[in-house]
């Protein structure tokens, strides 16, 4: 049985319980979430969300990319969101390699290379994710007002720390 | 109280009953789920995962942006990953804008233009899961034999329908 097989099998179960057909499309907090593709984090969890209360964006370092911006303006402008926690986490596997190591790696098992693609890795978690929270709060795209902070989710004890509190969209200083 | 002080207080319970801390990073099941953000979908849920089972790894639609590709490049090369699972789902938000749509949005709201942004929108929803599929398998960055296939997820009933059979990465005609 493939992987995609159990997949299957397994939303039958997930059918014969479902009982949130209803919910609507826009997040009832108003929250969107940018986070790790991580296996070990599970955002609603963490924050104690509800079906419904939030997006979650996840990415490889739960980074704040040209996509991720893409996502949250579909969140804020569309669906009307308006706070957005990033979240980075320890043990990030972005923080064990370099854009460079990373490419080698790639090019090493296929023969070919990543090229200009940006690989986002972390050399500094701390620069990282403030980098990453004032990017998107001086975003001239994001809805005046959003508020955007910075968290660090401990994979090993569950805790999570506001690292880099809220800025407000429209309030730095524009790039 | 802010949402994100809620966050924080909503995490003390997290903490309380917090008992994974020590799963590995590589998932177990060496599975990527590749989702659209919306609140109404809670992943592990819906493919009866376990934590620690999948990378999970989502933005506005499910795309395979250029940004998912990174995300799956380390969920591959670096933690082991071999097969892919690309979700969309009904009521998608995303299939109820033109690119042109999104962008006259944002620039009434803010006064900015997105440029050159890439905003995904869906014009044509089978089109798109079956475009974003092959995309992936035939990307000579994704280590072969990697198997990737397109479901969608009807977000009233839970149903989860298999779309796009998988194709593995070096069986396809490379673009």
């Known amino acids: 049985m ?4 159990e997949l299957l099998a397994a939303n039958e179960r997930h059918v014969a319980g479902f009982a949130r057909g209803q919910l609507p499309a826009p997040p009832a907090r108003a929250l969107a979430v940018l986070t790790c593709m991580d296996a070990r984090i599970l955002p609603l969890d963490v ?8 997006h979650v964006i996840r990415n490889a370092g739960g980074r704040a990319t040209d996509d991720a ?9 569309v669906l009307g969101t308006r706070a957005v926690a990033v979240v980075h986490h320890t043990e990030c596997g972005m923080t064990k390699l ?7 790696t790639i090019e090493r098992a296929t023969g070919h290379s990543p090229g200009d693609l940006p690989l986002y890795a972390i050399e500094d978690p701390d620069a990282a994710l403030q980098g ?18 910075g968290f660090l989710y ?3 004890t569950g805790v999570l720390s506001l690292v ?7 309030d730095t200083t524009a790039c």
Chains 1, 2 share one sequence.
């Open 132 to 149: 990453d929270v004032t990017w998107l709060a001086e975003s001239p795209l994001l809805p005046a007002g959003t508020e955007v902070a």
């Open 69 to 77: 911006l893409r996502s949250l303006l579909v969140s804020s402008h």
């Open 47 to 54: 924050f104690g969300l509800a079906p419904g209360d939030a």
């Open 98 to 104: 370099t854009d460079a190591d990373f490419a080698a």
């Open 2 to 5: 493939s992987v995609f097989d």
């Open 154 to 156: 401990d994979v090993r």
């Open 164 to 170: 880099v509190p809220p800025l407000v969209v429209g």
